[in-house]
């Protein structure tokens, strides 16, 4: 149980054009999701954090209008990186958690394989 | 401010030996501990986590992880690795937030290589 699927895996895009990523909780509602980004070798940075139905929230230095996030239903989130340039080629993963009764589901986060962007 | 500190970057093992992987973490509130693989080019896979009881924690797949609150660590074990371990481990400790959800803050990673 507790899957998360991405789409794409990988993408290949051309400077200042626009790409999509997809991020799915497969069996289960999804409250809560986050969009990570990591760097080679390194850990991840959340971006931001996103609850069905409201305005995603996002951390300091994360620039919201290049990095657009919906969260339109409780299994899905998109995560757009508008105008992308070769230094937001990077690694996105997105995670999610659910609020059953009790906390220990909004605790726990289920992640996603993952994205690989490379802007040319 | 809460923190997790993984000392070791880097841990060469060979097959078959013992390893332990540390995690300290900085915490003036209930801590939610959680011990994360990830396999190159991959997301990450839960291992285990710490909510609460017992303070001995286990994988399906050997990792044992123990919750101890005097030294605030949350170190992972296994009694024999084997080649297919070899990966990065990540830690991380669940915090709340003011907007009643939890956000995770990691460690910078260990990265287990496991040798035959």
């Known amino acids: 149980g507790a899957v998360v699927s991405q789409h794409p895996s990988w993408v290949i895009c051309k400077s200042g054009t626009s790409v999509k990523i997809e991020c799915r909780s497969l069996?289960?509602?999804?409250?809560?999701m986050f969009w990570y980004r990591q760097f080679p070798k390194q850990s991840l940075m959340l971006m931001a954090t996103s609850n069905e139905g409201s305005k995603a929230t996002y951390e300091q230095g994360v620039e919201k209008d290049k990095f657009l996030i919906n969260h339109a239903s409780l299994t899905l989130s998109t995560l757009t990186v508008t105008s992308a340039h070769p230094e937001d080629s990077s690694f996105y993963i997105c995670s999610a958690s659910f609020n059953p009764s009790g906390t220990s589901g909004r605790i726990t986060q289920y992640f996603g394989p993952g994205t690989r962007l490379t802007v040319l | 401010a809460q923190s997790v500190t993984q000392l070791d970057s880097q841990v060469p093992v060979f097959e078959e030996a013992p390893v332990e992987l540390r995690c300290n973490y900085s915490?003036?509130?209930?801590?939610?501990l959680f011990w994360y693989v990830q396999y190159p080019n991959q997301g990450l896979q839960l291992l285990l986590k710490?909510?609460?009881?017992?303070?001995l924690v286990k994988s399906i797949n050997g990792f044992e992880a123990e919750f101890n609150k005097s030294q605030t660590s949350f170190h992972l074990r296994k009694p024999s690795v084997h080649i297919s371990d070899t990966a990065e481990y990540f830690c991380?400790?669940?915090?709340?937030?003011?907007?009643?959800?939890?956000?995770?803050?990691f460690g910078t990673g260990t990265r287990l290589k496991v040798l035959a």
């Open positions: 069996d289960f509602q999804a409250t809560t």
């Open positions: 991380a400790v669940s915090v709340y937030r003011a907007s009643g959800t939890y956000k995770y803050i």
């Open positions: 915490s003036s509130v209930s801590v939610y």
């Open positions: 710490y909510l609460s009881g017992s303070t």
